[in-house]
Structures are given as C-alpha cells and as structure tokens.
Nanobody, 115 residues
Framework: QVQLVESGGGLVQPGGSLRLSCAAS????????MGWYRQAPGKERELVAT???????GYADSVKGRFTISRDNAKNTVYLQMSSLKPEDTAVYYC?????????WGRGTLVTVSS
C-alpha cells in the first residue's frame, strides 16, 4: 500500500523559512527518485525539486538557490528546506516519485507566504 504523508507547512512572512517533511511507504521510496510538487490556487501541479536515491538534486528555476531537497533513506523520508520565501510560493506541497509511478497522493501540506 502506497502512503505519502506530508507535514511542516504553515503561515510564514515573506523572506521566512519552513522545512517540509514527507514520510513515504517503503515500497515507493526505496528504489525511486523522489520529488516535491506544489499546486497553487487555480494552477496546475508543478514539480519544484527532485532527488535521486543517490542524492543528486534538481530544481525548478523558480526555487533554485532558495529551496533544498534532501532525503533520509533509513527513515523513508524526504525533506524540503525552503528559505527566502515569496508570496508566489504559496501552494499546497506534495511529495511523490519522479516520474509519477502511482497516481496516489497524500493530502499535502499548505504553505502560505503572506505578511
């Protein structure tokens, strides 16, 4: 059974930081690249950060230099450290494999950047 549980979102002022966590079931986490996706109101879901099982990372241009993705393979957990947050980062953030293998999504965690 695939399970993805995201946490760590909240309300933060522009320029602030947050750290998101995603606990994934072993079956989906162990052998796959993982990523953080986000969906802003009225927009399609987009991939913002990727990490391979070996630790290689990639980022969307919109977050490069501000977000850092990491993973703990022993804990089946992937993280997203977000800094210098902007109002346009406001979205529900999800984790999943990259590419998507199973169309099963967690509830996501809401990040709101506002003063």
């Amino acid at each position: 059974q695939v399970q993805l549980v995201e946490s760590g979102g909240g309300l933060v002022q522009p320029g602030g930081s947050l750290r998101l966590s995603c606990a994934a079931s072993g079956s989906i986490f162990s052998f796959n690249a993982m990523g953080w996706y986000r969906q802003a109101p009225g927009k399609e879901r987009e991939l913002v950060a990727t990490i391979t099982r070996a630790g290689s990372t990639g980022y969307a241009d919109s977050v490069k230099g501000r977000f850092t993705i990491s993973r703990d393979n022993a804990k089946n957990t992937v993280y997203l450290q977000m800094s210098s947050l902007k109002p346009e980062d406001t979205a529900v953030y999800y984790c999943n494999t990259v590419p998507i293998i199973v169309e099963v999504w967690g509830r996501g965690t809401l990040v709101t950047v506002s003063s």
